[in-house]
């Protein structure tokens, strides 16, 4: 069985940095393209980014473009978050999610399996 096991969340100031990781397991990482989603209280779950099978291909929602970096160890298994200048309306629950096939995929679609998931919450 999949298992996606988020951590690296916690509160930071507004301007600072965190990195979020997802050690997976149960199938074989290197094969599926991966994703970061977050959901805030009162909102639908949104895809923040997405790495395909090698790390050649990333997708960023326009909202944490050019602030934030996803990338892979496919020898490790864990897949990455970095996050920097982050604002308040980044606060909330992020989590890992493995894609179906190998792609870099774009929409909710594209994924089935997420991890619990870790908090995120930035002061002003």
């Known amino acids: 069985q999949v298992q996606l096991v988020e951590s690296g969340g916690g509160l930071v100031q507004a301007g600072g940095s965190l990195r979020l990781s997802c050690a997976a397991s149960g199938r074989t990482f290197s094969r599926y393209g991966m994703g970061w989603f977050r959901q805030a209280p009162g909102l639908e779950r949104e895809l923040v980014a997405a790495?395909?099978?090698?790390?050649?291909?990333?997708f960023y929602a326009d909202s944490v473009k050019g602030r934030f970096t996803i990338s892979r160890d496919n020898a490790k298994n864990t897949l990455y978050l970095q996050m920097n200048s982050l604002k308040p309306e980044d606060t909330a629950v992020y989590y890992c999610?493995?894609?179906?096939?190998?792609?870099?995929?774009?929409?909710?679609?594209?994924?089935?399996?997420w991890g619990q998931g870790t908090q995120v919450t930035v002061s002003s």
């Open positions: 790495i395909n099978w090698s790390g050649s291909d990333t």
């Open positions: 999610a493995s894609g179906v096939g190998g792609h870099c995929y774009s929409t909710r679609g594209g994924f089935d399996y």
